[in-house]
């Protein structure tokens, strides 16, 4: 019997609780992991003496696992369970991290990208159905919306973990300590021992930790390929795929470069300022989506999706074009604008669509990829024109993103204050 999060109600809460718990660390632990490449960049592509195109190659390594690994992890789930998938995502991740602390080059640390990458699409894959069972389906949504800001707490404590590991100290601490095992020339490796430490612990956690058994619903299992195939006839998916595509594309593009930009054009030091700057971008998003979820209250997700759009549009403009304050206003306000945007179109895809949302989940999930494929088409314009231009790049997927909010037609639309459907 594969060992799944329960509802049955003879079990104890407690236990419940536990599940829920060990779900919003492995959210915590993935934000950590993902978005910590956004700070330490500059110092990877100094330490290896990469060229812009060959930078962006970094995230191309870890977000392309999620293109190639979101649908088969879905059956894994189904085949294996969530207890040894859980287990082996973690026991990998370890066994990469120490393997680039070993050996730390350039192409160890591109694989190692990538195999942590397709350990976060394995987790992401698991994780939801996990909390939707354990918190119960009523509370849901609201075990949601933390789990978001747990994920961008995460995020924002990242690059405040990587400058303390590289700056340094004027007493031995845990931090000098570590980095005795990495060379001289590149102390942010000892972010991935780090990783390492975590990843182990929560090996341990997660097999200490039992799982009654449960069934899944129809809407939670994966599903077989026809369903695959039925769903990718449907113009809809692809199309919300693509924006999915699109929207993990920007949050990447802009995140991954905001310190080389500040560095490059406004002299600004890319471990202090720079990672400061990352860290606000998170900061602010995670405020976004709290703003958003008020938002979605009182009007139509589409126009909120446009509005926060264009928003996202102009204030790009005054990131790219202004001074060196301006930017470093800007910048984080794109992490605010932005913040609304992942929500609507993966709620819009799901409600445009009647059937197999479980593999729809799939194959929108697959879309992470994107966050693969810009930052690498803006290193490739940057090394060819100049970084500044190559970012006005990132215009197109949010004239996509745009777009949007004026053809989608879903199905069931947002309950809001005035609409058709309220109180329904």
């Not at 097999?207 to 939670?220: H, I, N, Q, R």
Request: overall charge neutral; some cysteine.
């Amino acid at each position: 019997m594969h060992s799944e999060v329960v509802t049955n109600k003879e079990e104890s809460p407690k236990r419940y609780l536990r599940i829920v718990l060990l779900v919003m660390l492995i959210f915590f632990v993935i934000s950590l992991v993902t978005n910590i490449l956004n700070s330490i960049l500059v110092d990877v592509k100094e330490s290896f003496d990469l060229s812009l195109a060959m930078t962006g190659l970094l995230p191309f390594s870890f977000f392309i696992a999620y293109g190639v690994m979101s649908i088969p992890a879905g059956f894994l789930s189904e085949r294996f369970g969530n207890k040894a998938l859980l287990s082996f995502s973690f026991l990998l991740m370890t066994l990469a991290s120490l393997g680039f602390v070993f050996v730390p080059t350039h192409i160890v640390f591109s694989f190692t990208l990538f195999v942590l990458g397709s350990c976060m699409a394995i987790l992401q894959v698991i994780i939801n159905p996990m909390l939707r069972a354990a918190g119960g389906e009523e509370h849901f949504a609201f075990n949601s919306v933390a789990a978001q800001l747990v994920f961008g707490g995460a995020s924002f404590a990242s690059p405040y973990l990587y400058q303390y590991l590289v700056e340094d100290h004027a007493t031995e601490n845990w931090a000098t300590t570590l980095r005795s095992f990495v060379p001289d020339n590149i102390p942010w490796a000892t972010l991935y021992i780090v990783f390492a430490a975590v990843s182990f612990l929560l090996v341990l956690v997660v097999v200490l930790t039992k799982y009654p058994s449960y069934e899944k619903a129809a809407d939670e299992k994966a599903g077989d390929s026809s369903s695959y195939w039925a769903l990718l006839k449907n113009k809809y998916t692809l199309l919300y795929f693509l924006g999915i595509f699109c929207y993990v594309g920007v949050e990447q593009g802009i995140g991954n470069w905001i310190s080389q930009f500040l560095q490059e054009y406004h002299m600004l030091d890319a471990q202090t300022v720079g990672a400061n700057t990352v860290a606000y971008f998170w900061a602010m998003l995670t405020f976004g989506c709290l703003l958003g979820l008020a938002l979605l209250k009182v009007m139509d997700s589409r126009k909120l999706l446009i509005g926060a759009t264009l928003t996202t549009m102009v204030c790009l403009f005054f990131a790219l074009l202004g001074t060196a304050s301006i930017a470093l206003i800007a910048f984080p306000i794109l992490g605010f604008s932005i913040s609304v945007m992942w929500s609507i179109i993966f709620s819009l895809g799901l409600n445009s669509i009647k059937t197999h949302h479980g593999s729809l989940s799939g194959i929108l999930c697959t879309g992470i990829a994107g966050g693969a494929i810009f930052p690498f088409i803006v290193g490739i314009i940057g090394e060819i024109t100049s970084l500044k231009t190559a970012l006005f790049f990132l215009l197109i997927p949010l004239a996509f993103i745009l777009s949007i909010g004026f053809w989608a037609k879903p199905l069931v639309t947002n309950k809001f204050m005035g609409s058709k459907n309220e109180g329904k």
